[in-house]
């Protein structure tokens, strides 16, 4: 028998040496993780393959070829159980076929040293193992390319919105208009020319960090248009008006906001437009834009001139902390624009997340357009209260507030407020029954009263940091040959509800499912969560199979990790013993970005976030240890380890909560779930059938160790800001970590056109219309949350004249 086979050692190539130093070493790691794995229930795959792995490589060490058909014999079996654990899922294939597929290669290579393999047979057996590895990928991805269901057809003859102002030419509000479709009338851009569209202008804020390797920016910021003129404001609230057709500066009014006041993210999501009902056009502020500030005012200036508004308030601005008490710079803050129905500025606030139990209160708060004197107050847990605290005693501290943006019925003279979490996100013990029922719910307020008509919940609870962040988008429902006045509201979980916006009762069946009851506080959890029998977003329960990585190394840290931790499918309880498994995320789901829906076609499109966060609650004493105390704390307490979430102090309770948002392993940065981690759906507005659904995002600025990969493929990348659709047929967005703004095709869902942003695109692209042009904005502001570059560039694009 040639000693190729039986193993006789021939000599010992340093090659071979090498290589099976490298098996033997990655055979080692694999038996040692293998065996936790296997103790801990998980698969036995990596043990078998490591020890295998060692042998195979001190044969190879030793010159003996019989170390070679060892690991070919490993590698065929690895195909079969690849196949078998991830079926011909691509994304779950990688780290099981990539990795061994590429030692195999070195082991080919190998054979002509060690045997009597001829170096042709060598090298045609390693092309044919790359053939394979492409023409597989190749049919993989074929297979799985996404199914694409009809359009449903023209439903309505016209777009029914409850808004004063509404797009067409303009773009009058954050949302399009305060019923927040973010669709626009528009027609000129279509899947067949939107390939021509070109940048036309760019206008730089000049508002960026001094230290851009300290920043903590994040511009966000939609424009409106409104006549012949684009307002915005810029990351830290410089409000500037352009002309909307060559982006030349016109006026410009910096409100001087200090840096200490900055929360987490210097953020302005956009600026709010009234006219003044009876005034005289060319009056002093007869239109005016209000926005609010991260250091919690509410700024009014003319829409002409920029000047602040000298009627309104005390030199054109209002402190809306009056009543909170004592405010530490950063604890409060307006990152979204305020919502103005029946001529009151209806506004919540953001109140830093997870720093102390008796954070400032998150009271919601009405104001005159006009003068700017304080209309109502709401107080969930001082009902009675209608303006100011009474002397002596200030606004109920720690209660949900309302840091994102409203929608409103001017006919109803309701605004839709989607409701936060208490102070403290992942502990409950010590909060109120008012807490407990209007948290993470869409409160209907009665604008003239600011008195609750209704609410609608959407977690009993939260312990989840699952606040609503997208507006809630109003609607006429096609129903029983009529239409309902209704109003579709996304979460964080990925459920979509559809409420009749007059009484918010559900249009589709709320079931009720039980849900754990465990953690350190099993008492407090409901039995029970509500779950959408329209539509959801939420992919199924995460399996150990579902664990990713680079290679399989990685992949094996990632389920000794998973089987490790605390994970009982969706609302599993937070825990200090151990890790415990949120899926999705507190970033969605659907976050700020929200719905975007074609009411004339009957279309909502829905970007959407699928990763879980990987946490632990941190006892008291530990995390005084680690230095986690609130800002505003003399021990030095700010944001903790690195930024929002990392380690969250919650003082006041038991626990300071850690989280690894994305569950991202140290080393790498890779996320430990498989892709894609974010995705783009459209969904048929009336049966919530699902037309199609993609990726979103591509690698190319994404890879191990944060060094860009540059692939143009689509993984489906974490985003942030939401979507604008046409009439046109064409989808708009920005959002994902990838730096591109795109146009995707309303019918299929395919990208028709991109271009690279000058940093990143977390920010909601806005439509309008010049002397018969129209153009396409968007903020390229970047987020450092997202960990995309930060700007200040406002871009244009349109088709060639």
Known sequence: M????IGQTRRHPLPAMLVGGLLALIGAVLAIGGVWLAVIGGSVYYLLAGLALVGSGVLLVRGRPLGAWIYI?????????????AGLDGWALIPRVVGPSVLLILVLLLLPTLSRWQWRTALGASATVVLLLVIGGFAISRINQPAIGALPGVIASSVADPSPLRPGTDWPAYGGSYAAQRYSPLAQITPDNVGKLKRVWLYNTGDLPKDMKDNKYGAETTPLKVGDTLYLCSAKNILIALDPATGKQRWRYDPQVPDAWIPYTAACRGVAYHAVAGAAADSECATRIVEGTLDARIIAVDARTGRPCPGFGTNGQVDI??????????????????????????TGHQVLDGQNRTAPSGVIQGYDVVTGAKRWAWDMVNPTW????PAGQQYARGTPNMWTTASGDEALGLVYLPMGNSAVDYWSGSRSAPEKAFSTSLVAIDVNTGRPRWRFQTVRNDVWDYDLGAQATLIDFPSGGGTVPALVLPSKQGDIYVLDRRTGQPLFPVQERAVPRTGVEPGQRSPTQPFSSYHTLAKDQLTERDMWGMSPIDQMICRIQFRRAEYRGPYTPPTADKRFI?????NGGTDWGGLAIDPVRGVIVANYNDMPNYNRLIPRAEADKRGAFARGDPRGGDMNEG?????????????????????????TGLLCKRPPYGGIRAIDMRTGRTIWDRPFGTARRNGPWNIPSMLPVNIGTPNNGGAVLTAGGVVFIAAATDDLIRAIDLRTGATIWQDALPAGGQATPMV??????QYLVIMAGGHHFMETPVGDAVIAYALPD
């Open 768 to 773: 309008y219309e010049v002397a018969g042009k």
């Open 386 to 389: 209608t303006g100011d605290p």
């Open 321 to 346: 902390k009056r009543g909170m008490g004592e405010v530490f710079p950063g604890m409060v803050s307006m990152t979204s624009p305020p919502t103005i129905v029946q001529g009151v500025i209806v």
């Open 2 to 5: 040639p000693d190729a086979i």
């Open 73 to 85: 014999g490993v590698w065929a079996l690895t195909m079969i159980w690849a196949l078998w654990e």
């Open 582 to 586: 949120e899926y999705p995320g507190y």
């Open 643 to 667: 930024g929002h979430g990392k380690l969250d102090p919650q003082a006041g309770s038991p626990y300071a909560i850690s989280v690894n948002a994305g569950w991202r392993l140290p080393l």
